[in-house]
């Protein structure tokens, strides 16, 4: 493999245990928020239960979507980019949650920034490096 391609291989690859390392948390951090009653679940305090049921549908596809990156395959990069479209989406949900009232915490607006942008980031990347390189 030339420069540009093991250049291109460890970008995806990082990004790739990044999105793997992320849905890990994603899942069990909804599984503690959403199916236990201890400290985690009280911690959590106004959380919006819509959103911390997408995240943790979404940790699944991280998961998976981590792995094809890994793997640098087509199909990897086409759900990098349902992933942040769909995350964007409902982080804008969340935004008429809160704009009409709802209760809400604020690590919620921090944790759906970080995951809009990490995820806009992975798909970008994705596309330029394993699409466009093709």
């Known amino acids: 493999m030339n420069q540009t391609g093991t250049s291109r291989s460890i970008i995806v690859r990082l990004l790739a245990l990044i999105a793997m390392v992320f849905g890990a948390l994603t899942l069990k951090s909804a599984y ?20 911390v049921t997408f995240n943790g549908i979404a940790g699944f596809f991280y998961l998976i979507a981590g792995f094809g ?13 349902l992933i942040a479209v769909s ?3 409902v982080y804008g949900l969340f935004g008429l949650h ?3 009232g709802g209760l809400y915490e604020m ?3 921090i944790a759906m920034a970080i995951r809009s942008g990490l995820w806009s ?14």
């Open 107 to 109: 690590q919620t607006v």
């Open 98 to 100: 809160v704009n009409n």
């Open 87 to 89: 995350t964007l989406i």
């Open 32 to 51: 503690l928020v959403l199916f236990t009653t201890g400290t985690f679940h009280q911690e959590a305090g106004n959380f919006v239960p819509f959103v």
């Open 69 to 81: 990156l890994f793997k640098q395959t087509q199909w990897s990069v086409r759900l990098s980019i």
């Open 121 to 134: 980031v992975i798909a970008v990347v994705a596309w330029f490096k394993i699409c466009k390189a093709k």
